[in-house]
């Protein structure tokens, strides 16, 4: 089975841009998660969804960053506009019993 | 508040050798526990997991790890290293209703294999 897969793998855009990420949860899971991993803060939990819903938004860090998942299969997190401070790596992950989170290989950000 | 301690931030062990890594817990409830490892430039891929049951857990790549509530830790082990475990390893705790929601990483240990 395909695992959870997010896009693009690596990005490095200029403070300003706008940054979209995507993901691919496994099929049949129901719960979506973003997470955002720092040297100085480790892994985070920024968002979460259950059946395309969002339940808990509160680790998103500010307004710059929005997140979305129209269906079932599909998933983004935006960052309009992007910072320096933003550079990290996202990871997208799921589940189906809210209890083993499976994830992604994650997205590398450099804002320069 | 959950939390997770990994009091080791870097060990380093000669292949072969056996191996445990410390974890730590905080959780007012019945926790759910997981190991997890990262290889450099990946993602993080479940070793194991631990719910309910037998407190001794085993998961892939031979680690195994032991939920001991009186000392609220969920150390994990394994017997021979070999040099492809040189990876971060983080443990996380999740909540009875909401493993998602509350799941709370440690900030990783890193694990180094001399030859």
């Known amino acids: 089975d395909a695992g959870v897969i997010q896009s693009p793998r690596h990005e490095v855009t200029e403070m300003g841009q706008e940054v979209t990420l995507r993901c691919k949860p496994i099929s049949g899971h129901d719960y979506l998660f973003w997470y955002r991993q720092t040297m100085m803060r480790g892994l985070e939990l920024l968002i979460y969804?259950?059946?395309?819903?969002?339940?808990?938004d509160s680790g998103m860090p500010e307004d710059r960053f929005s997140a979305k998942m129209p269906n079932a299969s599909f998933s983004t997190l935006k960052i309009q506009p992007s910072e320096p401070r933003d550079s990290a790596v996202y990871f997208c992950?799921?589940?189906?019993?809210?209890?083993?989170?499976?994830f992604g290989e994650g997205s590398w950000l450099t804002v320069v | 508040a959950q939390s997770v301690t990994q009091p080791d931030i870097h060990i380093t062990v000669s292949e072969g050798a056996s191996l445990e890594l410390r974890c730590n817990y905080s959780?007012?409830?019945?926790?759910?526990l997981f190991w997890y490892v990262q290889s450099p430039g990946q993602g993080l891929q479940l070793l194991l997991k631990?719910?309910?049951?037998?407190?001794l857990v085993q998961g892939i790549k031979g680690f195994e790890a032991e939920f001991k509530r009186s000392q609220s830790s969920f150390n994990l082990r394994k017997p021979s290293v070999h040099w492809s475990d040189a990876a971060e390893y983080f443990c996380?705790?999740?909540?009875?209703?909401?493993?998602?929601?509350?799941?709370?990483f440690g900030t990783g240990t890193q694990l180094k294999v001399e030859l």
């Open positions: 959780y007012g409830a019945t926790p759910y």
């Open positions: 996380a705790v999740g909540g009875v209703t909401g493993g998602g929601n509350k799941l709370t």
């Open positions: 992950a799921s589940t189906w019993d809210d209890r083993t989170i499976y």
């Open positions: 631990y719910f309910s049951g037998d407190t």
């Open positions: 969804f259950n059946n395309n819903v969002p339940i808990d």
